[in-house]
């Protein structure tokens, strides 16, 4: 039985960001993981002209340390460092699991330098990102470059556990436990959704997942930039568990579980993950209401296994716009609604294969009480690089 065939709409909008130019990617990222004591820097990051962004992500565990924004001063190189006035303590709270954001924009012409330095340490761990030139998407690369997936789901079909015939077919399963987990349907309603559900009663089970994984649609990190975008949004989310993003795995090892669990901080994968990427909320996590990255990269799963938030506190039956962008390098950046909000360094294998997937499932937490989780997908959009040769 075919399952939903490709979809195709003949326009589509991106949200004009950074232009593509070949194989290259514009922004930069730095990071330090663990760092603990004064001094400790991030990697040096570089803006290329004036007004560009430098976005700032910090977190760790029961971080207490005055970060530093700092300029390079002169050529680059140079080795000699100021700190920006006004950046002098980028993340100000002492922190678990939420991420804080600091963003600034280069104030010189040319090749400007920056870091993030530990002055004070004042206990815990921290890890910290810095972002230059990567504030807003890239802008489409074009289909010269780049294979380009856009599905408005504008079918009403029932998705089915099995491969259909076509290429780009969806493959879905669902639980089969005691809860009111439904596997995903196409609704036109109004304009073309796709919808899971996940189950009410805590087990495993009680899951619903998708993923795209016909040979088009799987894609290799290593060969260029690859974009995951979605416009989803959830029902309830006062309880549950739900993530979209990108997956090495048909459906999560052919079971009904979800990729990652979030829960009390720290975040675990399915034991045959390789790698996978995703945007996702539980009611689980210590910040149950905002949105999380998770991400792993063979056995190293991001963010040190802590809780990633992104800053962003969905309203239910409302509409989001949630991307993910993965160069070569398998450093993931995540946007949500156009803006950038968070990013992991070498979040998957530069070897690993990635499709879409979806799922929606009961948090580890939930009781009959809990009610069903119900998330709903408006289009996907999949922009992985062509191949080379023949």
């Known amino acids: 039985m075919k399952l939903f065939s ?6 589509f909008v991106l949200t004009a960001g950074l232009l593509f130019s070949g194989a290259a990617d514009a922004r930069s990222l730095g990071f330090k993981v663990g760092a603990t004591t004064v001094e400790e820097v991030t990697t040096t990051v570089c803006t290329t002209a004036k007004g560009q962004s430098v976005d700032m992500f910090g977190n760790g ?3 207490d340390m005055v970060w530093a924004l700092q300029r390079e001063l002169g050529s680059k190189g140079s080795g000699a460092w100021e700190t920006v006035q006004g950046y002098s303590d980028v993340f100000p709270t002492a922190s678990t699991s939420t991420v804080q954001v600091s963003r600034y924009e280069s104030q010189k012409p040319g090749t400007t330098c ?3 330095k530990v002055t004070t340490d004042g206990g815990g761990t ?15 690369p074009g289909r010269a ?12 079909v029932l998705a089915v556990a099995a491969l259909g015939s076509n290429p780009g077919d969806y493959l879905c399963f669902v639980g089969d436990g005691s809860g009111s987990s439904v596997v995903g349907v196409g609704e036109v309603s109004p304009e073309g959704i796709l919808t899971l559900t996940g189950g009410d009663d805590g087990d495993a089970e009680d899951t619903s997942e998708c993923t795209l994984g016909a040979a088009g649609n799987v894609s290799l990190t290593s060969v260029g930039l690859h974009i995951f975008e979605v416009r989803s949004s959830v029902e309830d989310i006062t309880a549950g568990d739900w993530f979209v993003g990108l997956s090495e795995d048909v459906s999560a090892n052919n079971s009904e579980d979800p990729e990652h669990d979030i829960n009390s901080n720290t975040i675990t994968d399915n034991a045959a993950v390789n790698s996978g990427v ?6 689980d996590a210590d910040n149950a209401t905002l949105l999380h990255a998770v991400s792993t990269n063979a056995t190293a799963i991001g963010n040190a296994a802590g809780e990633y938030s992104l800053g962003n506190a969905p309203v239910a039956a409302t509409y989001q716009v949630l991307r993910i962008e993965i160069p070569s390098t398998g450093d993931a950046f995540f946007y ?8 992991e360094p070498l979040a998957v294998a530069t070897t690993s294969t990635l499709m879409p997937y979806f799922v929606a499932t009961s948090a580890d937490d939930c009781t009959a009480s809990c009610g069903v989780t119900k998330l709903d997908i408006d289009y996907l959009l999949w922009i992985t690089p062509r191949p080379t040769g023949t």
């Open 6 to 11: 490709k979809g195709w709409a003949g326009a």
């Open 61 to 63: 565990a029961d971080m």
């Open 114 to 116: 920056f870091r993030l």
């Open 126 to 140: 921290g890890h910290a990102q810095i972002v230059t030139d990567g504030n807003a998407p890239t802008a489409d």
């Open 145 to 156: 470059t780049h294979n380009i997936w856009f599905d408005d789901f504008g079918r009403s």
């Open 278 to 283: 995703s945007i996702g909320m539980s009611s």
């Open 336 to 343: 949500v609604d156009g803006v950038l909000m968070g990013a």
